[in-house]
């Protein structure tokens, strides 16, 4: 640890009893969260894999957790200041829950676009909401200066020892689930659950005499825990859009990443299209519903970016998904596993090639979705049509026979992304 750890932090974070305390004061709002197994990424990694579902916490996120242990350690003239947030969803939910089960008026300020489920969940559990800008720096400058001109606490993410301590419950809560995990999954935003969980683990661990792999899962787009480590000290990266908004998070926390560096093993990144594709894969296989970020674990497992792991779970950190947003997120998910083709077709302007390429669909056995025939596509002759056909298919091999028996009738497909 840094210099600047706070008192009474070793390597490990907070201490071990630290985190005891903090699981008493947090089972009083928090539910112990489902631990599941699940027998198709066992074989697939070779090594029995467990789910812990944080996507069903109170809130449908972890961050219940560190908010409740937060607020909880204000005292009676700060609680009577109020509390204040800034966050585009689960943060926002369990500040808010946290404050209405202690009694404390609590301030959110959200992007205007923020998703009507999170925004009235907010409203819901009992917060002011204010709108304010288009990023979440828009809504963290205006939550910083409320808390100026108001006096209101401040509740951080994740870079603050109270937080880390109560999100560290959630590894307790895993050992007394799985006593013999070897590895954890976790996904990495600010870094706040990882630090924590790791915190708890390897304490744990260490008193048992044996050792236990914490690896952090990050989206490719907006990977800042990896390029702190290789800069050796928080950075802020560019971050490019990601539908793992949850763990969008462009800068690592100080504390953060003092416990990220010093005990986490590994880190690996997916991509949208790996995170789209392990979301439906827990839909059908586990029926599990979750947010992008928290199906980053499972996504690692998927494309074998984590390997000889034994007895592994993953943490899927949250659940809260906007249904507009999961209709695209199943829609992005099956074509990225190549079992939704979207083409494009030129056909000469005369009757029956609709029929004609309907008919050559049907003989290698691909469903027709949805059909889309215009005389203005890009690039069309004046006596062309195009046709944009979306299809189920079932795989890379299915796709590649449409493609072919549709080159053999002389058409040039083209898949449209």
Request: aromatic content about 4%.
């Amino acid at each position: 640890m840094t210099e600047a750890a706070p008192a009474g932090w070793t390597r490990f974070g907070p201490s071990l009893d630290a985190i005891e305390a903090a699981r008493e004061v947090v089972e009083s709002v928090i539910k112990v969260t489902p631990m599941e197994s699940s027998r198709v990424l066992s074989e697939q990694l070779g090594s029995p894999v467990h789910l812990k579902l944080e996507s069903l916490q109170r809130t449908g996120s972890y961050k219940i957790r560190g908010a409740f242990h937060r607020i909880s350690r204000l005292t009676s003239e700060e609680r009577a200041r109020g509390v204040v947030a800034a966050s585009a969803g689960n943060h926002a939910q369990g500040v808010a829950l946290a404050a209405r089960e202690l009694g404390i008026e609590a301030t959110i300020f959200m992007p205007v676009a923020v998703a009507l489920p999170k925004l009235q969940a907010t409203k819901d559990y009992g917060a002011s909401v204010v709108l304010r800008g288009h990023t979440i720096e828009d809504p963290l400058r205006a939550a910083a200066e409320y808390a100026e001109q108001t006096g209101a606490i401040f509740i951080p993410p994740f870079d603050h020892e109270d937080i880390i301590t109560g999100q560290a419950t959630l590894g307790l809560e895993i050992l007394d689930q799985v006593p013999d995990v070897d590895t954890v999954l976790v996904p990495i935003g600010g870094g706040g659950l990882i630090g924590g969980v790791a915190s708890a683990v390897k304490q744990v661990a260490e008193r048992q005499g044996r050792s236990i792999r914490v690896i952090g899962v990050q989206s490719a787009n907006a990977a800042s825990a990896v390029a702190s480590l290789e800069a050796g000290q928080p950075v802020t990266i560019r971050s490019t859009p990601t539908i793992a908004d949850g763990i969008a998070v462009a800068r690592t926390g100080d504390l953060n990443f003092a416990l990220i560096k010093e005990l986490v093993d590994d880190i690996v990144t997916v991509t949208d299209d790996e995170t789209s594709s392990a979301m439906i894969f827990l839909l059908e296989r586990a029926k599990v519903v979750v947010e992008p970020a928290g199906a980053v674990a499972v996504a690692a497992i998927l494309t074998g970016k984590v390997a000889n792991t034994g007895t592994t779970v993953a943490i899927l950190s949250g659940g809260n998904i906007d249904p507009l947003v999961m209709e695209r997120v199943i829609a992005q998910g099956l074509a990225a596993s190549d079992r939704f083709l979207k083409l494009r077709i030129k056909l000469p302007d005369r009757p029956g090639q609709l029929a004609r390429i309907s008919a050559l669909i049907s003989e290698v056995n691909a469903n027709v979705i949805e059909v889309l025939h215009t005389r203005h596509g890009k690039g069309a002759l004046l006596n062309d049509v195009e046709l944009e056909v979306s299809l189920e298919t079932r795989g890379p091999d299915h796709v590649q026979r449409v493609l072919e028996r549709l080159r053999e009738a002389e058409y040039d497909p083209r898949i449209d992304f």
